[in-house]
């Protein structure tokens, strides 16, 4: 059985031990790191230094590393969808169109960063229909954001990339 860890900093922490079931089977699949005050207050203080770091990337590098991101997540597609199906339960498809989601909020969060102030055709993007997007740069800091079950890729998405731009 798979044993993943949690990131800190880009360094793995294997503390603390869950077991994931298949939500369909009720077998164990794997186990993740799980975390506690320690971990919160480390991440925490980690991203604080990220942040001082990441305030002087220009718009260009945000674009560039959320576009390495979109990259990343359509040549892991197939094992994102087996993934959220085993921990979610969802469908094939249902889980197919939340990769999807979060794929285009990524691309959208790349694109927001060239595009700040200023009202932008979303639908060029790949959203469809007439949608119109209005961002603004404005950094408030270090977030601590949960993410719920249900949507977890996607939702994850919808608070990292809108926080890189």
Not at 52 to 65: D, F, I, N, V
Not at 139 to 152: E, R, T
Request: hydrophobic content about 45%; aromatic content about 6%; glycine content about 8%.
């Amino acid at each position: 059985m798979t044993h993943y860890p949690m990131w800190i900093a880009n360094q793995p922490c294997y503390d603390g031990e869950l077991v994931v079931a298949d939500k369909w089977l009720q077998q164990p699949v794997a186990t993740v790191a799980q975390g506690d005050d320690r971990h919160v207050e480390a991440a925490l203080s980690q991203a604080e230094m990220a942040r001082l770091e990441l305030g002087k990337w220009t718009s260009l590098q945000r674009a560039t590393a959320l576009n390495r991101v979109v990259k990343w997540l359509e040549l892991n597609q197939d094992e994102l969808i087996r993934l959220l199906m085993i921990e979610t339960g969802k469908p094939r498809q249902d889980a197919q169109v939340e990769v999807n989601r979060a794929i285009l909020t990524t691309r959208l969060s790349a694109a927001a960063t060239s595009q700040h102030g200023r009202w932008w055709d979303t639908g060029e993007l790949g959203e469809g229909g007439q949608r119109w997007g209005l961002s603004k740069r404005i950094p408030i800091g270090v977030c601590l954001l949960i993410v719920p079950f249900n949507f977890p890729l996607n939702l994850a998405m919808h608070k990292i990339g809108p926080a890189l731009a």
